[in-house]
């Protein structure tokens, strides 16, 4: 399905004709010639509308997407969703924002659901889709909009404190990196070129080794850190490609990785347990929840937990014992085992959730501070290492007075 822009002529009723515009979202330009000689209209010239490159740093931003969600809620007081939804369409002025609406206005103009409409507008991320879809099954979808909502505003919160956190540590670790290469490509060069006005052997041979010594662990230090940094780079891409393959490499070395696998666990079942929750209150069965929850996981352990308590379940296993199991923790499983009803179980999860939040939370400062201590470590060398070259820089200078003395 591709963007297609129209214009075409409309025959009226006296014979005069009109030039009229209009967006369509169909397969290829002959679909909206088609669809237009359908009508009676003549086109006069379709092309294809291409959203811009940069398309989710003004147009499919978190804030669009608490906006949407809000006017949706509040429209949704005196009509439904979908036509609350439409209205919106409608009424949006800005033409990227209208662009990126043409999916979505096509599916409901064409009798689709909301869920299937907003999930074409490929702005809402799988936990919230969810979340909605739930809701539109369960026939309350104007209260699990506000479920929606709070779901967002508690991961915009996470992101920006990640964010936040991560920036300061790059860009600690990015200076200390640039003095490095300052060091190697610019201190050193400058000493070698200048070198000793020293006569003694002794003394120039001294200066020549320690330049020599700190251009290799100068140089040691810069390799490392640079494929170190490729490797980050290159892990990362590679495990959000394939982040629903549970068998990728990238899947397998993530959950070996000491402090990183355990955040990215506890973040994971944070979010899905809160997740299960929510549909378990809005009385969405239970194999249907593990199914959306399987769906909206991304870490490999996580995914995993939801995968195999659903093949327990449709094994026959009762629902208590099947679902206390690895990853959670011996007391987090002791609590599902002794559930009675749904409503309890939903009770359950919302506290794993709470106490996965706190583990997460300890988790993000023992990496903060993992980061922190490679950086004083990196930076301890380097500025051992200029200290080293000052030394020597004025030892040749000592050296040369002396000699200049007799």
Same mark, same amino acid.
């Given at each position: 399905? #591709? ?15 009109? +030039? ?10 002959? %679909?909206?010639?088609? @669809? ?8 006069? =010239? *379709? ?25 949706? !809620? ?44 907003? !999930? ?21 979808? #104007? ?26 540590? $790059? ?20 000493? &070698? ?12 041979? #001294?200066?020549?080794?320690?330049? &020599? ?13 640079? +494929? ?8 990362? *891409?590679?495990?959000?490609? =394939? ?22 666990? =506890? +973040? ?12 378990? @209150?809005?009385?969405? /069965?239970?194999?249907? $929840? ?6 909206? $996981?991304?870490?490999?352990?996580? !995914? ?14 009762? /629902?208590?014992?099947?679902?206390? !199991? ?34 997460? &939370?300890?988790?993000?400062?023992? +990496? ?31 050296? %040369?007075? =002396?000699?200049?003395?007799?």
């Amino acid at each position: 399905m #591709k963007l297609f822009h129209a214009r075409y002529i409309q025959p009226t009723i006296g014979g005069a004709v009109l +030039i009229q515009e209009e967006d369509f979202y169909l397969p290829d330009e002959h %679909s909206v010639r088609r @669809q237009l000689r359908a009508k009676g209209l003549w086109p006069i =010239n *379709i092309y294809e509308q291409k959203p811009p490159l940069f398309e989710w740093m003004d147009v499919r931003t978190r804030e669009w997407q608490m906006q949407l969600l809000r006017a949706i !809620r509040f429209q949704s007081a005196t009509a439904s969703a979908g036509t609350a939804l439409l209205n919106i369409i409608e009424g949006e002025d800005d033409p990227r924002r209208r662009l990126a609406f043409l999916p979505t206005r096509t599916v409901l103009k064409g009798g689709g659901s909301f869920s299937e409409a907003l !999930r074409e507008l490929k702005l809402m991320d799988a936990p919230t889709m969810a979340i909605i879809t739930a809701g539109e099954r369960a026939g309350d979808l #104007k209260g699990v909009v506000q479920h929606a909502i709070e779901h967002v505003e508690q991961k915009g919160s996470q992101y920006k404190t990640i964010v936040a956190a991560m920036s300061w540590l $790059s860009f600690d670790i990015i200076s200390v990196i640039g003095s490095i290469w300052g060091t190697q490509f610019g201190f050193i060069p400058y000493l &070698k070129e200048k070198g000793t006005n020293s006569t003694d052997p002794e003394a120039v041979a #001294k200066f020549e080794n320690g330049i &020599k010594w700190v251009s290799a662990l100068n140089m040691f230090m810069l390799i490392t850190s640079s +494929i170190i940094i490729l490797g980050i780079i290159f892990f990362v *891409i590679s495990y959000w490609r =394939n982040r629903h393959k549970q068998d990728h490499f990238t899947a397998r070395f993530m959950m070996k990785v000491p402090l990183l696998s355990t955040y990215l666990r =506890n +973040i994971s079942l944070k979010d899905t347990c809160k997740l299960m929750t929510r549909l378990l @209150q809005g009385k969405v /069965p239970l194999a249907e $929840s593990l199914k959306i929850l399987i769906d909206s $996981s991304v870490e490999p352990a996580a !995914r995993g937990y939801w995968t195999e308590c659903e093949q327990k379940i449709m094994a026959g296993i009762e /629902p208590a014992k099947a679902l206390a !199991r690895w990853p959670l923790s011996k007391p987090e499983r002791d609590q599902i085992v002794t559930i009675q009803t749904v409503d309890q179980l939903g009770e359950v999860y919302e506290a794993i959730a709470e106490e996965r939040s706190m583990m997460a &939370k300890a988790d993000q400062r023992k +990496i903060l501070k993992f980061g922190l201590y490679l950086l004083i470590g990196l930076s301890g060398i380097t500025i051992l290492t200029t200290i080293y070259l000052l030394m020597l820089q004025n030892q040749s200078f000592l050296n %040369s007075l =002396n000699d200049m003395r007799g």
